[in-house]
């Protein structure tokens, strides 16, 4: 099934509503402490932190450090996708062995030791890069499209 807008928006408030209202609680704790909402395909961001560490996300809202660029957006999108896919089963399949993994291997490095394995070498990670960076690319291809039409 190809996912439109629609889609996303409906599986986000249907299938993946736990995870989608985690996102808005988070979405609104932020808003009221200044911080300005960015659209990136068809989820919300925010960037927080005056450090690199990278992003978390909670169906269509995540937030990211102020120093990644559209790679790590493409990976926060397309674990706003998974949630769309698994629905109350994001916590367990994903977000749970996703934050466990970071934080493992943050400590790992602090501890001047590097990770074993690239951060994508796991399936819920690089299934994430891989469904964000394919929608963006489809999302930019349209919207190149459209222009041309006009």
């Known amino acids: 099934m190809k996912l439109t807008k629609k889609s996303f928006y409906f599986l986000s408030l249907t299938w993946g509503l736990l995870y989608t209202t985690a996102g ?4 609104l704790a932020l808003i009221l402490t200044g911080h300005k909402p960015k659209r990136w395909g068809w989820s919300w961001y925010f960037e927080v932190g005056k450090r ?29 996708i998974q949630n769309c896919r698994y629905g109350p089963m ?40 891989r469904l964000g960076t394919e929608q963006i690319n489809r999302l930019r291809l349209e919207h190149r499209h459209s222009q041309t039409e006009c």
Request: glycine share 8%; proline share 7%; net charge positive.
């Open 52 to 80: 690199p560490w990278g992003g978390a996300e909670w169906g269509p809202v995540f937030i990211k450090d102020r120093y990644s660029g559209d790679s790590l957006k493409n990976h926060e999108f397309g674990h706003a």
């Open 90 to 129: 994001m916590v367990p399949l994903v977000s749970l062995p996703s934050s466990l993994r970071y934080w493992f291997r943050r400590i790992r490095i602090r501890r001047g030791r590097a990770p074993r394995t690239a951060y994508d070498d796991i399936w819920f990670e690089n299934q994430a890069t």
């Open 24 to 27: 808005a609680i988070v979405a």
